[in-house]
């Protein structure tokens, strides 16, 4: 999921109380269902969401996150970040590194060790832009090494 369409959601939770079914959500957004979920999903992950049964609500973060001035919001969303761990793996190398990036490769095989059943090119676009999206990490495609932002 795009870090706007996890806005997205968390901004439309936010205009209704905090919660909603999640099959109304899909349908008020013109989304497909599975397509939803995922959103939904990403947002959970990030601790922003609960979804107890059908119901998706607002968690303290993402009541923190709508609530936070534009400016601010970028640093709500890292704090979210570095509860992961490839985020925080990612970190880490960056500090015993000196600040000096690091390959993109590390990123590749830290994806394949941690989600071997996934497409890890797919994720490390994921894990790039959010990583962006929040001011974390900086990659430079040219170059294939991430830094800190």
């Known amino acids: 999921a795009l ?18 079914d999640l099959f109304r959500i899909a349908n008020d957004t013109g989304r497909q269902f599975g397509a939803m979920i995922e959103i939904v ?4 992950l990030l601790e922003f969401v609960d979804t107890p049964k059908r119901m ?6 993402g009541r923190k996150y709508v609530a936070a001035k534009p400016e601010d919001r970028s640093a709500v969303w890292r704090d979210e970040l570095l509860k992961l ?11 015993r590194q000196g600040g000096e990036p690091v390959d993109k ?4 095989e830290t994806l394949v ?9 797919q994720q490390f676009d994921t894990f ?3 990583a ?18």
């Not at 870090?3 to 909603?20: H, K």
């Not at 998706?56 to 973060?61: C, G, K, N, S």
């Not at 761990?85 to 970190?91: C, G, H, I, S, T």
């Not at 060790?113 to 090119?121: F, M």
């Open 85 to 95: 761990k490839l985020f925080r793996d990612v970190a880490d190398a960056l500090k």
């Open 56 to 61: 998706v609500v607002l968690d303290p973060a």
């Open 41 to 44: 999903e990403a947002a959970e």
């Open 113 to 121: 060790l941690h989600l071997p059943h996934e497409d890890y090119e």
């Open 132 to 149: 962006r999206f929040g001011d974390l990490f900086a990659y430079n495609e040219a170059t294939g090494e991430i830094a800190p932002s």
């Open 3 to 20: 870090p706007t369409e996890i806005v997205g959601l968390l901004e439309y939770l936010d205009a209704r109380g905090g919660r909603e």
């Open 128 to 130: 790039v832009q959010w």
């Open 105 to 108: 490769m590390f990123v590749l």
